[in-house]
């Protein structure tokens, strides 16, 4: 009888193992199906390996008693990773590392954007949980509770592990030749890539920390040399272009949420969704070609490229992670001239840790939440409407001292997901928008445009706007893949619309005083803001120990940026198309940005993904290596 009872709980504890481990197997193949649209024997074997390892350790780790709630705890936390991963990529197109996971506070501030894009079939992770749960409570209230039984087969649960385990080390090695962390995550499956993240980190760390940074500046330096950027601010000791054009001028940088460069000009009928925008584009310059290139920060991660030129990492948000750093910036180029820089975010400075950012970047002072009125506009609180009013207050402040400012300003108002209130949407919709995302996003848009014409209202009451340049530039795209339809697009608004194109492609946007109107056609990100600036207002951004890893766009002939989270690390724009590499470049893709075609022959464009792939390492050196506060 005492044989018998131990071949049944060898026979049980097998059951449970090998039940939990193929359901857990299928809501990863659904993941996968979720993130890449298919699954590939490999890619299915990297998986099978990797969840091996993670219950064979579990078996291992669990007290004899108790092994059944202990397993299926591990369902509901694996099943949670899972969900979180899935609704991860539909808002940030790519694969999340633990560094991404341990951010998810801050998920929360803008939890009205992620559920929008929460659909019921995304809850199926969950499915399973909510039938074992149910069969539990019956069989409970009958009485018939199962007894915890010990689980004797853990040799043959070690074995496992440890073949789960020497599997998974095969694809972690296998992954080292490949530069794109999408095609690392799908190669290798969600557990081994968290491994692949972290050792890459603790490499690049490892030889950092033995890195000098005067040899890293130097490097940077002679490998823009080395492109051929053109124009006069490539050539040592030539004037640029319009250096100097906004010299002693006071300067505001709004920075729109989630402003895409398609609504500009664009009318629905006889009305302009941006009247205002279109305006201060047609009377100063715009740059039509301007693309995001933010990391996992999204909204701060704009703030700190436009004061630094310095590429994010791409693997942690860095206001959290560098932060602690004395950051080159622009508000300490413009201090050394007299001015007096603040920034203008209605929401805590907490959120994102901002309260780190702005000291790093040198901020005077920064306007957080206690500063505005709430007039509960959205989630975040405060209107675009009130920001403005506040700052053209506290600016009129200083500009009456005598003295000179820098403002960066941080728009909320235009937040996904886009219900701004009823007596703020003035825009007339055609009937195919009503009810959509495209139709609620341009409804929106056309409120945050319109509140700009309360800021320009606000200078102009105040004597600031003849001795005042405006820079407005998006943060970041706006509308989701899942919710920009190109063919509604194309059908309701008569243009043609690419997912990813389209998508990263934000406005820029720049007036002052005695300036003839232009339209900027070089390709550019926002690397590009701070040395772009700096010439306009009379600054050499390496004078003042600024080290930018962008171009000023007045004086460049041929441009490349770089983008990296949104896209794999190896994608690139350049004037002619928008590069995104598969494992490396001979499987890549490429979009031409005038026709948003594909582009079968892209070998010409090789040393352009040679380069950006230096550049953003060699920026990654130096954010490292600057010193602490």
């Not at 559920?115 to 079939?121: A, M, V």
């Not at 051929?228 to 920075?255: E, S, W």
């Not at 008569?494 to 002052?512: A, E, F, H, M, Q």
């Not at 766009?553 to 350049?574: A, D």
């Amino acid at each position: 009888m005492k044989r018998s009872l131990s071949f049944g709980q060898r026979q049980e504890g097998r059951s449970l193992f090998g039940g939990l481990y193929l359901l857990l197997l299928l809501k990863l193949q659904w993941m996968r199906m979720e993130l890449f649209g298919g699954i590939e024997p490999l890619a299915l074997a990297a998986d099978a390996l990797s969840l091996l390892a993670l219950l064979g350790l579990l078996e291992l780790a669990t007290p004899r008693r108790g092994k059944g709630p202990a397993y299926w705890a591990f369902n509901l936390v694996f099943s949670g990773l899972l969900f979180a991963v899935t609704l991860y990529f539909k808002n940030f197109g790519t694969v999340a590392t633990y560094t991404a996971l341990g951010n998810l506070g801050q998920v929360l501030g803008v939890r009205e954007s992620v559920k929008g894009t929460i659909r019921p079939l995304d809850y199926v992770y969950f499915a399973d949980l909510a039938v074992i749960a149910a069969v539990w409570a019956l069989r409970r209230r009958r009485g018939s509770a199962p007894r915890g039984r010990r689980s004797l087969f853990k040799p043959l649960a070690a074995a496992l592990c440890l073949a789960g385990a020497a599997g998974s080390l095969w694809f972690v090695r296998e992954a080292e030749a490949t530069k794109s962390e999408l095609a690392q995550a799908e190669s290798v499956g969600l557990f081994n890539y968290q491994i692949v993240s972290a050792l890459k980190s603790y490499e690049e760390d490892k030889e950092i920390a033995s890195g000098n940074i005067a040899e890293t500046i130097e490097a940077a330096k002679a490998l823009q040399a080395s492109y051929p950027y053109g124009g006069a601010g490539g050539n040592a000791g030539a004037t640029p272009q319009a250096f100097g054009a906004m010299k002693d001028m006071n300067l505001i940088v709004v920075q729109l949420e989630a402003l895409q460069n398609f609504p500009i000009r664009l009318k629905l009928g006889e009305q302009e969704v941006t009247p205002v925008l279109n305006r201060l584009a047609d009377e100063g310059w715009y740059a039509p070609h301007f693309f995001q290139q933010i990391g996992q920060g999204n909204t701060s991660d704009a703030e700190f490229i436009a004061n630094t030129s310095i590429y994010p990492t791409g693997t942690i948000a860095m206001s959290t992670g560098y932060g602690n750093r004395k950051l080159p910036s622009l508000p300490r180029l413009l201090q050394e001239r007299g001015y007096r820089a603040y920034t203008f975010h209605i929401n805590n400075v907490g959120f994102w840790d901002r309260n780190k950012l702005y000291p790093a970047l040198g901020f005077d002072k920064y306007y957080d939440k206690p500063y505005f009125h709430n007039d509960h506009f959205n989630s975040f609180g405060a209107s675009d409407e009130e920001l403005y009013r506040t700052a053209v207050d506290e600016l009129a402040k200083t500009a009456a001292q005598g003295g000179k400012f820098y403002a960066h300003l941080i728009t909320t108002s235009n937040h996904s997901p886009f219900r701004i209130p009823e007596d703020k949407q003035t825009l007339t919709l055609p009937d195919g928008l009503r009810g959509t995302v495209v139709g609620d996003y341009l409804q929106s848009v056309h409120y945050t445009d319109w509140a700009v014409g309360r800021l320009i209202d606000g200078l102009k009451e105040k004597g600031l706007w003849d001795r005042t340049a405006l820079v407005l530039y998006g943060d970041h795209f706006g509308l989701q893949p899942q919710d920009a339809d190109p063919e509604l697009i194309r059908e309701q608004l008569g243009i043609d619309y690419d997912k990813r194109v389209s998508r990263l492609n934000i406005p820029l946007v720049i007036r002052y005083p005695g300036q003839q109107p232009r339209t900027i056609e070089r390709t550019g990100g926002q690397m590009d803001l701070l040395p772009t600036i700096a010439n306009l207002l009379g600054l050499r951004p390496e004078d003042g120990g600024v080290l930018p890893f962008g171009r000023d766009l007045l004086n460049t002939e041929r441009n490349v940026i770089g983008m990296r989270y949104y896209l794999p690390t190896g994608s690139f724009l350049n004037d002619d198309i928008l590069f995104v590499p598969g494992k490396g470049f001979e499987d890549g893709e490429a979009i031409r940005l005038d026709t948003l075609q594909p582009v079968a022959d892209f070998s010409a464009y090789r040393d352009d993904y040679e380069y950006m792939l230096k550049l953003m390492a060699l920026s990654d050196q130096y954010v490292k290596l600057l010193p602490k506060r």
